[in-house]
C-alpha cells in the first residue's frame, strides 16, 4: 500500500530524538520530534498553541510551556524551541 510516513527522504542523514520538555526537573517526553540541530519536524508551529505573539507546546506533567519560533535554515521556514516558560 503506502509508504511509512515515518521515513521522510532527507539529503543527509539527521538524527531525530522524541523531545522533551525544557523545564527544569522535568523532561517529560512531548509528542514532537526535533532534529539533533533542534529544529522539529514539520510544521509543528502551526498546531502550538498560541497566547498573542507566543507560540508553544504546553507540558503535560508540569503545565510549562515550550516556547518555538519560526527561523529561516537553509532556505526553509523551521520552527524551533525557543525557550521555556514555567507554569
Ligand atoms: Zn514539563
Not at 540541530?37 to 508553544?56: C, K, P, Q, S, T
Amino acid at each position: 500500500m503506502s509508504e511509512p510516513a515515518s521515513n521522510p527522504t532527507k539529503k543527509k542523514e539527521i538524527k531525530v530524538h522524541v523531545m522533551r520538555c525544557r523545564g527544569e526537573g522535568c523532561g517529560a517526553l512531548l509528542a514532537l520530534e526535533e532534529t539533533d540541530e533542534g529544529l522539529l519536524l514539520g510544521n509543528m508551529i502551526d498546531v502550538a498553541e498560541r497566547d498573542g505573539d507566543l507560540a508553544f507546546f504546553r507540558c503535560r506533567r508540569c503545565g510549562g510551556r515550550n516556547l518555538v519560533e519560526e527561523v529561516e535554515f537553509e532556505g526553509k521556514m523551521r520552527s524551533r524551541v525557543a525557550g521555556f516558560v514555567a507554569a
